[in-house]
């Protein structure tokens, strides 16, 4: 089942118009969410980060924060979702609007933790002037594009650079690296939307004093790493054990376990509210 603006329906009804420029131009953006033990994580801020974003789109969003969770959480008891993914969508329909409410399973396992995903560089480019560029926008076909080569080359996640030639994120995820000891991650100017665990990842290396560098930075840079993770909402922090031949060992990738022992702590304080 699903939920659309605020009315409950079965999978198999469809109630978007095709002719909503939600459907014909991808004119809407969407948040995605874990959900862990039947709490959704950063549910605010995702909401807020929507509410910035429809500001961006010219759109406004009419339910309250609120109703907004009520019916998130409604969801998740229809659903029976205790541990998975909350999708939130809102989009455009002429004078109107659809707010879209969803769940799926969570894709990430234990054996992606562990052995860590593999990345390559991608041919597209991201463009750092685009207001798209800094939101979750449903024009999402780049991504998809770029990481269906990336899974047809063996990769899981593909690293975008931007028109001059700076590092700026994966199809799907933040990106982080560890060079002798200090951690180093593209500023946003370089064109990538600023991720929820993006923001917890800052502030929890700043808690273990270690030193950040936001900026703007090359291949080389990257490939030079000790140590690589890449984060989003939903899986969180992952280790990269290679890109493209640049191999990393992420068995005694020690900063990156330290700063996911300290995010698995805040998860935890959260989940105990």
Known sequence: MYILNGSVYKTEENTVSPLSESF???YGLFETLKVLNGKILFLE???DRLISGC???KLTLKDSKKNIELDCYKLLELNQVKNGVLKILYSKNRDKEYLLLTTRHNPYTE????NGFKMMFSDIKRNQHSILAFIKSNNYMENLLAKQVGAENGYDEVIFLNTDGF???GAASNIFWIKSGNVFTPSTECGLLPGIVRDKVILISQKLDLKINIGKFSKGDILDADEVFITNSVMEIMPISNIG???YNIRENNITKNIIKSYIKLIGEINEK
């Not at 054996?111 to 562990?114: D, L, T």
């Open 167 to 169: 590092i700026a994120e």
């Open 55 to 57: 500001k961006t789109l």
């Open 111 to 114: 054996e992606n933790y562990k």
């Open 245 to 247: 031949k640049k191999v």
């Open 24 to 26: 014909m131009f991808g």
């Open 45 to 47: 801020e995702h909401i």
